[in-house]
Every structure is written in C-alpha cells, then in structure tokens.
C-alpha cells in the first residue's frame, strides 16, 4: 500500500467504529430480549420481505442453523411469522410480522436520526461530498460477493 492508501483505509477503519457503534446503540430501540444478531435478522428479512430461510441465510452470510435458532425465538416472541411456500410446501418461509415491524422501524428511525446529526456536523458541501463517497462504496462494495447487501 502507498502511504495515502494506509491513511485512507485508516480513516474507513475508524469510521466503521462510529457507524457499528450507532447500529449498536439504535438497536437498543428493540426490547431487551431482542439480541443483536436477532435485529440483523429483522432488519435484514424486513428489507427482503417473505422469503425462504435458506434465502435469508445467504443475504446474512450465515448458514441455516443460524438462521433457524435466531427465528425460533424471534417467532416465539411474535416478530417473526413462518410459512411455506406456495410452489414447495417443504420450503420453510419466513416474514416479519407486525409487531416485527414496529421494532424495525424503530430502530431505523433511531438510526437515521444519529446519522442525521453526524451529517449536520458538516458543511453542506462536505455533506454532499460524504453522501456521494457513502454511494460509491456502497456500488463497489455490491461487486464483493463477501460484503454483499446484507442489512446491519
């Protein structure tokens, strides 16, 4: 790496502290009995709507089995509905219920008003300019099959 490259990637690696620790702090918005890894799931199913579990699987980067226990309890709380699939009753679906959610979009709503109020701190061009580098990242972030979309 050149020594620009080393401050850049410096720069991105402090940068994810900040953004782990407002996902973090946002998912305190879910009751206390929700883990972390359980609002991934919410946020992450929320995003794709009904699907398969090994389909939620994949898009968390995670295998079945995990998949399968942070349901479990998340569908004995009620935020999270099984099903089976139309075309393939052995296909095992999974969607987020109503009260699933009303969690979801109080974490989103907690979430984009931390980010808000990190934006706000800047400049407006310098706004502009970080919301344009976000969008970058995120395209070539989409190119890496490893990071993927997969919803935090």
Not at 26 to 37: D, G, I, L, R, Y
């Amino acid at each position: 790496m050149q020594p620009h490259e080393d401050a850049d990637v410096a720069a991105l690696d402090s940068l994810t502290v900040v953004l782990v620790g407002i996902a973090w702090e946002c998912a305190h918005a879910a009751p206390p009995e929700v883990s972390f890894p359980q609002t991934r799931l919410l946020l992450v199913l929320d995003r794709l709507g009904r699907v398969p579990s090994s389909q939620l699987a994949t898009a968390m980067g995670v295998n079945a089995s995990s998949v399968t226990r942070l349901a479990d309890r998340l569908e004995a709380l009620g935020y999270v509905a099984r099903g089976r699939s139309p075309g393939n009753r052995s296909v095992v679906t999974l969607e987020v219920t109503e009260s699933g959610h009303e969690i979801v979009a109080r974490m989103l709503e907690r979430r984009h008003a931390a980010l808000g109020a990190l934006l706000d701190k800047l400049p407006p061009a310098e706004r502009a300019a970080a919301g344009e580098a976000a969008r970058q990242l995120l395209h070539a972030a989409a190119t890496i099959p490893a990071l993927g979309p997969a919803a935090l």
